[in-house]
């Protein structure tokens, strides 16, 4: 690996990602305890180990950030690796909060915090070289699109959490960890709450993105990969909202759908830099 | 009207919807060979739902807060499509010293009902300077742009990147594309002189060619290459900025070759060439789209119904500790279903 950045933001990384990684052993062990007929304040007790492995690890990215904001002079605005690292930090933020306020849906966890493994062990294949600041960058409505975009992204993972459980109810081993849940209808409506506000948030992502973009290179909108697949994840939403509103949709095949969406958001956020090398195409 | 009730059918919002998916992929990277019916067809389908579906289903009308959210969507579909007809987009390039005209205008794409008022813009292309980091990367565009008043005053301002020069409504970008000029005077053997530019290639990126061409009347063509030095390097920062480059101008013609200095002229066939200075251009994108502010406020009109009716229906926690406890939401959903 690349020495660039040991001195300074690489060993915090690390310790934030091994604190995220340890809140989810906690998890998994807390449910699969809890759920085995033990007496449920051994369950409060785990519960409170992981929102506080939460709190620390999102503490010591902050402090990575920081560092490398510091080193390279400018936020982790530009690169893959900057990018993943400030995302880990603010799902971490918003996901923990949710997590103290909705005690009746902690058990969804053990869905949620593998996602951050995921990029966690992405994260740590990257390079952390200093990246180059564009122009258009100085633009402050990136501090707004951003802001708007860790939202979403932190409520859709929300509502990820309570859809894998609908989808995990399907088998009976299973069906046991979440017994400390509501059942399927109440998760069920919860999750499409999340979604809807998870739309809110897109939408308002999407109009300053839009902004920016106007600002930035003239138009404000012109089907480049990531608004393309953007707006195909926003009208997903939609579908997603609407069917319900259609159909009778089962829990599992509901908990389908949000899976769905939430990996369209993800490709549009961190797969689509991978389509066009810089985060849009007209950004150089 | 059991016509009208079926064009509000939510079954065709999904067709819709899922028809507009299908568009929107086909519209990735604006395809020229793509035709914009995959995304007009869709987009009217749905509006024809839509407003369907606001007068006959008590689901969306009386729900105050999802009302503001479909209008808002259809509002949108509305104002883009008179964007559509009424935008112009184009790219110009304008050399240090010149005055814009509508004729310098390139690669114009206009909406067939456009109808500005591009002649009323005036400004004058000022010096402009680009800076670079390290590794060749380019950081902010500083463009000087001098706009008249009706007194005949000018003001100067400095645009550049995302800080836009926005006349009646036509918005000025600055590009990547800019590079220089060399300033000449024609002194024919009968005749009065003549002072004008050649613009030479996009700079730094052909700074490997800087070549141009022109004939003189009754001539032959003379060839142009300039050695330009500017300071551009690699390895640190440096600042693209005429005022700071030297320029060796080369002329060949009727395979002769001579190297002129500022001010410095050359004899041709049928006349004088002097090298009065180096000079630059810039090549700007204009923007024009009266809808543009509409959009922003109808968008965000829209979000606030749509969170407005989060909040309303749904009760109103952002976290719901106990989802069970929402009883006013089941209500209302119920009573409104049952109409
Ligand atoms: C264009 C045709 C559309 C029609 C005819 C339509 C119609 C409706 C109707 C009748 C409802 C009532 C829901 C209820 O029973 O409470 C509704 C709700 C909703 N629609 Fe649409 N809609 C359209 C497009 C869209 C689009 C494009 C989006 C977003 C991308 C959207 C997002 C929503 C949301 C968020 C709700 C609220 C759902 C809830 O209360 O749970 N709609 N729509």
Redesign the pocket.
Known sequence: MNAEGFATELPWMWSGLAAYALATLVAISGVVVQNSGAASTRGGRFERLVLTLLIAGVALLAAAIAQRWVRIGHGPWISLFELLMSQLWSLGVIYAVAYWRMPRFRASAVVVLPVFWVLGSWLLTLEPKASHFPATYYNEWKWVHVFLGKVYLALLLIGVGLAGVMILRRFPRALRWFRSMPADDVVDRVA?RVM?LA?VFDSLMLIAGAVWAQDAWGRYWSWDALETSAFVT??A??VG??VR?TYRVPPWISGAIIIGIFVLAFTTYLGMPYVSPAAHKGMV | MKWFRLL?S?KL?LV??ILLVIGASFSYDNRLDVTMWVLVVPLAV?AL??TA?IFT?A??NR?PG?LM??IG?LSIIVLVAIGRLSFIDAHLEIAEGQGFTPDLLLETKQGPLHAGRLDKVRFVQGNYTVDYAEGMHRGLTNSQVLIPDERGQFTTKIIGDDRVLVLEGYRFYTTFNKGFSVVLTWMPDQGMPVTGRINLPSYPLYDYKQDNSWTPPGASPVKFWLQVSTGMREDAAWVLDARNSRGVLVVSHQGQRVELQVSESTRLEGGQLRYDHLSSWMGYKMYYDPTLRWLFFVAIFAVIG?AW?YWQ?KGARLFPAEAQHSPSVDKT?EK?VER
């Open positions: 499409w809807m739309l926003w009208l939403l939609g909202i609407h509103l | 509000a939510l919002t819709g919807m749905l739902n839509l579906a289903n689901r969306i729900q999802l959210f479909h969507l749509m009716h229906v959903q409104i």
